[in-house]
Nanobody, 123 residues
Framework: QVQLVESGGGLVQTEGSLRLSCAAS????????MSWFRRGPGKERELVAS????????VYADSVKERFTISRDNAKNTVYLQMNSLKPEDTGVYFC????????????????WGQGTQVTLSS
């Protein structure tokens, strides 16, 4: 059974930092692209960052470049999101998601999702 369990969210002051973790189980972790999405209040879900299982290459939303870093530990089946210089607009529920890739070719959709972890910025 596939499980993605996020942790590390919470209440943080503007310009503070948080590190989110997502522990995966039930699939061959290294063969999956792992991504973090978020849904802010009144906003649509958006991709925040993504990391390849095959190459470790990363992709970031423009709004988080230079502030957020996605990483993964294939030995621990865990993906991380280090968030620095947090802003009020970073408030939202953060989800990790996984999709299968054959080398660098990946499926279109993310079939596996976690339940999410809340990140709230206080001024």
């Amino acid at each position: 059974q596939v499980q993605l369990v996020e942790s590390g969210g919470g209440l943080v002051q503007t310009e503070g930092s948080l590190r989110l973790s997502c522990a995966a189980s039930g699939f061959i972790f290294s063969r999956y692209r792992m991504s973090w999405f978020r849904r802010g209040p009144g906003k649509e879900r958006e991709l925040v960052a993504s990391i390849s299982g095959a190459t470790g290459s990363t992709v970031y939303a423009d709004s988080v470049k230079e502030r957020f870093t996605i990483s993964r530990d294939n030995a621990k089946n865990t993906v991380y999101l280090q968030m620095n210089s947090l802003k009020p607009e970073d408030t939202g529920v953060y989800f990790c998601a996984a999709k299968y890739c054959s080398g660098t070719l990946c499926s279109n959709d993310y079939p596996y999702w976690g339940q999410g972890t809340q990140v709230t910025l206080s001024s």
